[in-house]
């Protein structure tokens, strides 16, 4: 329930007072940067990823006749919503008030679908929430919580023989040996790129 949060949100027209046919499914789509769960301010290529995915998602639910689609996004970006009577879309100011939003669409929603970069837990938080109030469309939070940590999801794939990249804990203590070739040094938990770097030589190491 929400409760001491200020709600702005669009209003639907219900099918039946437009003459249309009344949607059998209802689902609660959220993508976490759109939505303004990823810092005020996003980098211009995090948020312009995510509301693409966040369109492309919405438009092609929407082409599934007899359904009806919940959504949370940021007041500043709500006028990219693709137009639909079959659309409502709470519109917020802040984190908190997205997160009330979102668990209340999910009170009425017979199926969820969560997008959100795979850090500090936030994808796993998410679907979690989802799996106790309807049916998630994301993978089990336990194969999410492996798959964001880079070094546990190669020990994971090692173990079970499954070809993967050597992959190892860097201790920072002693540079590393390129004689033999390049390697790639990045965080155990991110998402995309951030922080990944390509080192060649004990000057890129140093500055990794």
Known sequence: MIQNVDLCFTTCIPPSLTGAKTPTMRIAVLEAVSAGLCGENPSPSL????????????????????????????????????????????????????????????????????????????LE???????????????????????????????????????????????WQAPPDCDHGSFIVKPRDGAGSHLVRRVDCLADWQTA
């Open 47 to 122: 948020l312009a990823e995510g509301i693409a995915m966040w369109r492309a998602v919405v438009k092609d639910l929407l082409a599934i006749p007899d359904v009806m689609l919940d959504t949370v996004v940021d007041c500043r970006w709500h006028h990219l919503a693709p137009a639909s009577l079959r659309l409502h879309c709470w519109n917020v100011t802040d984190a908190v008030e997205a997160i009330a939003c979102w668990e209340s669409s999910l009170e009425d929603a017979d199926a969820s679908w969560i997008i959100a970069p795979e850090c500090d837990g936030l």
């Open 125 to 171: 938080r998410l679907v979690t929430t989802a799996t106790t109030r309807t049916v998630s469309w994301n993978a089990d939070p336990t194969a999410i919580r492996l798959c964001t940590d880079k070094l546990a999801l190669a020990r994971h794939l090692l173990h079970h023989e499954i070809a993967t990249i050597p992959t190892d804990d860097e201790p």
